[in-house]
């Protein structure tokens, strides 16, 4: 499966952004989605997570509460809702599909920069 990241962009702190991770092929729905983020000069880390159905959630406890991960099988594509952004959220957002053996297949990334 191929993954494009979109929605990054410029936001003032308190803003608010919409992650989209476009799917291509058929077997999206098999995949637990997530997503990561790099921020500068720091290792990639998690950020959400979703199953394959969209019945199950899990979420760093530094984004709990203002992220929101969803899908949608039918359109081959995953969200991250990102609520009250903060500087320290600034980073490369990536999403990743879950194979059973690790997250395999990767997008490119979006930047995220989050204004003070």
């Known amino acids: 499966v191929q993954l494009q990241a979109c929605g990054g962009g410029l936001v003032q702190a308190g803003g608010s952004l919409r992650l989209s991770c476009a799917a291509s092929g058929r077997t999206f729905s098999s995949y637990d989605m997530g997503w990561f983020r790099q921020a500068p000069g720091k290792e990639r880390v998690f950020v959400a997570r979703?199953?394959?159905?969209?019945?199950?959630?899990y979420y760093a406890d530094s984004v709990k509460g203002r992220f929101t991960i969803s899908r949608d099988n039918a359109k081959n594509t995953a969200y991250l809702q990102m609520n009250s952004l903060k500087p320290e959220d600034t980073a490369v957002y990536y999403c990743?599909?879950?194979?059973?053996?690790?997250?395999?297949?990767w997008g490119q990334g979006t930047l995220v920069t989050v204004s003070s």
């Open positions: 979703i199953n394959w159905s969209g019945g199950s959630t």
């Open positions: 990743a599909a879950e194979s059973g053996t690790g997250y395999t297949y």
